[in-house]
């Protein structure tokens, strides 16, 4: 590829325009953060004041997602169990979640059930912060929608690229553009400033082998991208399955009845995140004062 169009692509996903830009509330929380005397009541009291953002946010938490067997029913709650982190990230995934709805449902549904597959195998690895790796699931793709909306002739090129020549949107991506969506997520939520636990595995989904401090969240969410796909949910054009990463096989060292019950939880909880957008958006509408 010519190096000229390369250095162009990289400047334009790196100066994404098109996708939403973050509500100014991640300032302040993060700025309420880094100040010890702030209360997680403080902080739930600044959250609520945006009704939607609010409403989405105790959805997800009371969501299959995460699986808390009681419900939680105040944001203090929900930041306490979750941590800042999972929050500032849930905050993100929030101002996207209509966007990648109405840009790509079959991939919005892919990561929803991705974000299953992690919670599930993170709580049964005993991973500490499964709520992280499951947050960090639900956002693995968005370097795919960057790309989308930044490169559309491009995009129709890969799209044609993946039906004609039977092969995945992230070789033809990694042909045509010389990147691919991985490292352009990589890239986003590094701008978005999360923490290196969630950028590094989001970055190297596609390949474990590459993360240098995060190889059992990022192999996680490897498996479960594969997964998931695996079992047709919400794959979307790109149909073709890639293959099992061996640094990531090891580091789970699943057994085939792992495999089997994990399988059958997944399957259980998918059925619960099925309309899970519009649930979310109808809850928002019945919050929003008249």
């Known amino acids: 590829m010519d190096e000229t169009k390369r250095l162009q692509f990289r400047k334009a996903l790196r100066e994404v325009k098109n996708l939403p830009t973050l509500p100014g509330i991640i300032t302040k929380l993060t700025r309420m953060a880094e100040d010890p005397d702030t209360t997680t009541d403080q902080m739930g009291k600044v959250i609520s004041k ?32 979750l941590g800042f982190n999972v929050i500032k990230s849930l905050i993100i995934s929030s101002s996207i979640f209509e966007f990648m709805e109405s840009q790509d449902v079959e991939l919005w549904e892919h990561s929803l059930g991705c974000a299953v597959v992690c919670n599930v195998l993170a709580k049964r690895l005993n991973v500490s912060d499964p709520e992280e790796i499951s947050t960090a699931g639900l956002i693995h793709d968005i370097g795919k929608v960057a790309i989308k909306m930044e490169l559309k002739p ?8 993946i039906h004609e020549r039977e092969i995945s949107m992230l070789v033809a991506e990694q042909e045509l553009l010389g990147l691919d969506h991985a490292e352009v997520g990589g890239w986003l939520a590094k701008s978005w400033n999360l923490p290196p636990k969630l950028v590094e595995p989001i970055a190297c ?4 082998k590459e993360a240098k401090h995060e190889q059992l969240a990022t192999a996680i969410i490897h ?13 979307g054009e790109d149909v ?27 399957e259980e909880k998918l059925w619960d995140v099925k309309g899970f957008s519009l649930d979310i958006q109808s809850e928002a509408e019945r919050i929003v004062p008249s």
């Open 50 to 81: 945006d009704h939607i953002l609010a409403a989405k946010l105790l959805k997800l938490v009371n969501s299959a997602f995460y699986g808390f067997p009681q419900k939680i029913s105040s944001l203090s709650s929900a930041i306490i169990l």
């Open 154 to 161: 491009e995009f129709e090129m890969l799209r044609q690229m």
């Open 205 to 208: 989904h596609h390949n474990p």
């Open 223 to 235: 498996f479960s991208d594969i997964f998931i796909r695996g079992l047709g949910y919400g794959h």
């Open 240 to 266: 073709w399955v890639p293959p099992l990463s061996k640094t990531a096989w090891e580091l789970l060292n699943l057994s085939p009845e792992a495999l089997d019950e994990i399988l059958e939880e997944v």
